[in-house]
């Protein structure tokens, strides 16, 4: 029988802030599954991270920021109405789809910089990491999620320049949730069910702005 990992904890979460910061690949455990994350304003760290997935090149990922202040601090634009769907929502288990019109993170964008995919997550024990990563799910394009470390494939685990063992995570990915028009009109529509269900986000995203 397989011994329990140990939470991760601020040396896990120094550890994973000098390897983004060196432009190192890092496999570590967010609040649904075990995921990979880079600096991602690194063309060669990306292209690393999209190599060891065997993702095509061009294809958007999720920036992913562990406190949501940082992240509203970091993206001015966003309208109000937009911002406070945001509080609502995150940290969570959700990949938001927001609209992008100053092309920040231009390497998670893919061809459509006018778009971001946004990832706050609920792990305090990387609550302190204001640095941002460019994040993608640590399997194989195309293969299954890994809930657990030894369910990442054996190459992505060997090539990564740290690995962090967070034990079993929940296994749902995140949902996905298109926020583009939100600020006009306040539709919204769901791209890919995950972790969050259409309830909840229902009751966040149709409340009414205070």
Do not use: H
């Amino acid at each position: 029988m397989s011994t329990a990992a140990a939470p991760p904890g601020p040396s896990d979460a120094e550890a994973l802030e000098r390897c983004v910061a060196r432009g190192g690949v890092a496999v570590f455990p967010a609040d649904t599954v075990y995921g990979l994350a880079c600096d991602p304003e690194s063309p060669f760290a990306v292209e690393r991270l999209y190599q060891l997935k065997r993702r095509a090149a061009g294809k958007p990922s999720a920036v992913m920021f562990f406190d949501l202040g940082v992240a509203l601090d970091a993206l001015p634009e966003l309208g109000e109405r937009t911002r406070q769907a945001m509080w609502r929502l995150l940290p969570g288990g959700l990949t938001l789809l927001l609209p992008n019109p100053a092309g920040r993170f231009p390497l998670a964008c893919g061809p459509d910089r006018s778009v971001l995919g946004l990832r706050v997550p609920r792990v305090p024990w990387l609550g302190g990491m204001d640095r941002p990563v460019l994040q993608s799910s640590a399997n194989r394009a195309g293969g299954g999620d890994a809930r657990r470390l030894e369910q990442v494939p054996e190459p992505i685990r060997a090539a990564a320049d740290l690995v962090i063992d967070g034990g079993e995570l929940p296994g749902a990915p995140s949902a996905v949730v298109d926020l583009r028009r939100y600020e006009g009109d306040g539709s919204w529509s769901v791209v890919r069910q995950g972790a969050v269900g259409e309830d909840e986000l229902r009751g966040a995203l149709c409340a009414r702005a205070v």
